[in-house]
């Protein structure tokens, strides 16, 4: 049914594009939103860097190839309310949600319990790295993000530009979406271009024994770094097809392969193994350990902001529910932030807990 195509089935359920309406731009604005308050001992900083791999041109749009990376971390006291979303990725999002709901504009102009510019917490601290679905973008996965890091760990989230949703660059430039129609060779230009991002952040920041988890396309990116590079040691993928190809079963290296170290699968809806062919490959040929939790009652946009702040809209629920299921969002936020900490625990801390609670 969905997700079975990398760009068609990925951006479906969570970024249904278009302009919004007349009717939906006259509407009158929601209440401002709020994000949950991550539970974790630390308090939570964030900083944005801006980055160019002046060793490979844009794919999608020619020139270097530029990047913004979010890192957050456990934090000592200082900095300031870190934005939630820079003014051109709302109103990109404002966009996206507005064509998926049929209201808005809404007022993201709220900011996140993090700290932005907050000095990081001194020692030693595990580093994972987050990527988004396609035309999607890093900063909605806001939620997860600083939960993990409020936990004690480093993260950086990293926008794949021209295939994310938009990505707010220096200078007040915003870089919108590019990505032609899906097709084969376009599903593997983009994982290609993904993972050749992730390993130019690796090498930029001098990072090694990492884990890395994303959604959608995001997930199956984490696959294919994990695939390439043995410097990602974890992995974990939040509802994303492996396949390039549905029709002719072409999938991603880790689906066809499997992989030699620790992976994790969480999926909703009607997606899962047991009906993703990529996933089932993948799960045959796994030679790590393999955890593969299903939520039935969540859906594609679930493992997203989305989750947090879509109920607060006061939008029709038949198409709140379309985007992220039945499940009480508390409910699934915290199976989701229990399953993310509780792997990478084990597998980089070395703590056995993967019981979603």
């Not at 102009?109 to 993090?114: H, N």
């Not at 989305?306 to 709140?320: F, H, I, R, S, T």
């Amino acid at each position: 049914m969905r997700k079975r195509s990398l760009i068609a089935v990925f951006v479906a359920a969570l970024c249904l594009l278009g302009s919004v309406s007349a009717t939906a731009a006259s509407a009158t604005a929601t209440p401002r939103l709020h994000l949950p308050a991550p539970t974790g001992r630390y308090a939570v900083g964030t900083q944005d860097r801006y980055l160019v791999d002046r060793t490979r041109e844009d794919p999608w749009a020619g020139g270097p190839r530029e990047l913004m990376i979010t890192l957050t971390y456990p934090a000592l006291p200082g900095g300031r309310p870190a934005p939630y979303l820079p003014g051109g990725i709302a109103a990109a999002v404002n966009a996206q949600a507005g064509s998926a709901l049929g209201a808005g504009p809404f007022d993201f102009g709220f900011t996140t319990p993090a700290r932005a510019g907050a000095p990081m917490l001194p020692g030693r601290h595990p580093v994972l790295l987050y990527s988004p679905g396609a035309q999607s973008s890093r900063l909605l996965g806001t939620v997860l993000v600083e939960q993990l890091a409020s936990e004690g760990y480093v993260v950086v989230s990293l926008d794949h530009t021209h295939d994310a949703l938009a990505v707010d660059l220096p200078g007040g430039r915003v870089e919108p979406s590019t990505l032609p129609p899906s097709s084969e060779e376009v599903n593997r230009k983009l994982i290609a271009t993904r993972v050749a991002d992730v390993e130019f952040v690796l090498d930029r920041l001098g990072l090694d024994r990492v884990g890395m988890f994303g959604h959608s396309a995001g997930g199956f990116t984490a696959a294919e770094v994990m695939a390439a590079d043995p410097r990602v040691v974890a992995g974990a993928n939040l509802d994303g097809s492996m396949v390039f190809n549905a029709a002719a079963g072409r999938f991603g290296r880790a689906a066809t392969e499997g992989l030699d170290r620790p992976f994790l699968l969480m999926s909703a809806g009607d997606h899962s193994s047991a009906t993703d062919p990529s996933w089932a490959s993948f799960a045959s040929t796994q030679r790590g350990p393999l955890v593969d939790i299903h939520e039935p009652a969540g859906e594609h946009g679930s493992f997203t902001d989305y989750e947090a702040w879509l109920p607060q809209l006061g939008a029709d629920p038949a198409k709140v529910r379309a985007v992220i299921g039945d499940v009480d969002p508390e409910t699934m936020l915290r199976k989701e932030k229990a399953a993310l900490s509780g792997f990478f625990d084990s597998h980089l801390r070395k703590r056995r807990d993967l019981n979603p609670r």
